[in-house]
């Protein structure tokens, strides 16, 4: 797998730089081992992984079908022209403005607040925090299983402080950098200093900020000094009495470089784990309470089965349960509620996404930071 995961990015690379060139025949053939090469290597990854791989290779094959269009003489499609891309950085960039609040994530207390005493009381409190000579903002990393709430958190601190929440995920954006790398990260950290508050949340960093040494990428040997400057420029809060954040998230971590790790980057590395019971019910509880449950439901006795899996599974299983009487009361026009073989039958079907072995690669790498 490791084998196909270089391959495929030597082919990009070089797929990218054809491309620059003019050689556009070059460059699909490249974009496409590419993709190929990446599909190879999600068919042998774990569940998480292999979504967001097979992800990848689709975005890869879009730039280079696009490119197969221009070659026919075609407008290209869904493919902003080098030349207009200058002014396109919606393409990429996501600026929006949450409504979630930390309060909406379930359990990891002690995640919450370590951010609060980080990200939210020196903004909400100020002359306290100047008092005490609390330092504002920062950078964190979150890191841990796919599903466990990262995205969520990001945004819910976005939310919170009423923050600009600026999102870049690599996977999306990568084929669409070329030449233009150092361009987009400098727009994306200029952007977010216009606001008075913002959070710039960058997803699958790993795949932005890799560790040099593994990466044969020549874009990312130029790159990855430049975030990490620019890092350390927004994360030392210079502009004063504005708040700017700036969050990762990875499944990674280890994969991350090295670099990156150091205070003035990021300066708090945080796990996420996987829900324990208390968070469970609490997800239980949100997803379910306002659906028709019958009596024979119990969140507790449910919460307890539901031991390894992740946030995200539990809402799909909540929804997949309340799919079976729904389709029922549909097909037979007799109402019945949700009851506690629906939610079996879903958990028979539905295993926990994260496997035990990723489970315990994230914890040795917690219990050695
Ligand atoms: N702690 C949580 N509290 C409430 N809902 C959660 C929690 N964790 C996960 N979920 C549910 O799972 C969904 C997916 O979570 P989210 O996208 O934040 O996970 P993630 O950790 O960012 O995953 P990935 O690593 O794949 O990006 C959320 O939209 C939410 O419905
Ligand atoms: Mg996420």
Redesign the pocket.
Known sequence: MRFALEKSAEHLEKGLKLEQEGDLKGARYNLLEAAAFLYKAAEKSEP?LKRKRIERAESILQRAEALGQRLAGKPAWGVIPQAESAGGASEWMVFEKPDQRLRD????EEVKEQIRIRMIYPFTHPELARRFGIKKGGGILLY?A???????LARAVAGEIEAAFFTVKPSEVMSKWVGEAEQNIARLFSEARKHERAVIFI?EVESLIPRRRDSHSTVMQRVVPQILSEMEGFASGKESGKALLFMG?T?EPWALDEAVLRPGRFDEKVY?PL?DFE?RLE?LYFHLRDKPLSADVSLEELAQMLQGY???DI?RICEKACDIPFVESVKTAEERDVEKRDLLSVMQQVKPSVSAKALERFERFASQR
Request: charged share 10%.
């Open positions: 998480s994530v379930a359990g990891l841990g796919p599903g466990t709430g990262k995205t969520m997803d998230a499944n996420i829900p968070a997800m992740s946030g995200a809402r």
